[in-house]
């Protein structure tokens, strides 16, 4: 019940394409939904964060879905551009403890 | 504001020695996390320490093992080192609001070796 489960594990885009990658939990009691970019050699970065008192939150080019019912929520990069080729980790953290699950990662590569 | 920084950055231990890792988050910030990243596990949360005291805590053995200083400095020690100990082991800062956890800020974390 404390998984997060992410897909897909590796992606592939064009620039100027749309990259979009799921996510999906089982605990109810989640309340804050981060998405972290991580390149080679850094530690992750927070890119940006949700709670489930919205259904979707942009910045920039990045934009977070959410689906409480569904319990999942997606990253969308909206022309995606070679520099946002990294690996992309979706957490969450609520109920009983802060602790961020992390989900398995995605890598993603955007060819010019 | 300086970011979260982590010493040292890469170490090569053979199995059987213990390790200390170190932490300084961002200046402000009192709860300290730390994670373990491996290729096959992922990022796994081991435990969170906030004025000098355990927060909470993952499901690692005893062997790892924290602390805090009351600058909010934390280190981390591994003992008995193990082979599949071999990892990036990352820290990162927060504040409190309202009792819980706020954003976390990851430093570059330390490039452990277990040969």
Known sequence: ?112 | KAGVTQTPRYLIKTRGQQVTLSCSPISGHRSVSWYQQTPGQGLQFLFEYFSETQRNKGNFPGRFSGRQFSNSRSEMNVSTLELGDSALYLCASSSLAGGRTDTQYFGPGTRLTVL
């Open chain 1, 1 to 112: 019940q404390q998984q997060v489960k992410q897909s897909p594990q590796s992606l592939i885009v064009q620039k100027g394409g749309i990259s979009i990658i799921n996510c999906a939990y089982e605990n109810t009691a989640f309340d804050y939904f981060p998405w972290y970019q991580q390149f080679p050699g850094k530690g992750p970065a927070l890119l940006i964060a949700i709670r489930p008192d919205v259904s979707e939150k942009k910045e920039g080019r990045f934009t977070i879905s959410f689906n409480k019912s569904a319990k999942q929520f997606s990253l969308h990069i909206m022309d995606s551009q070679p520099g946002d080729s990294a690996t992309y980790f979706c957490a969450a953290s609520g109920g009983d403890t802060d602790k961020l699950i992390f989900g398995t990662g995605t890598r993603l590569q955007v060819f010019p």
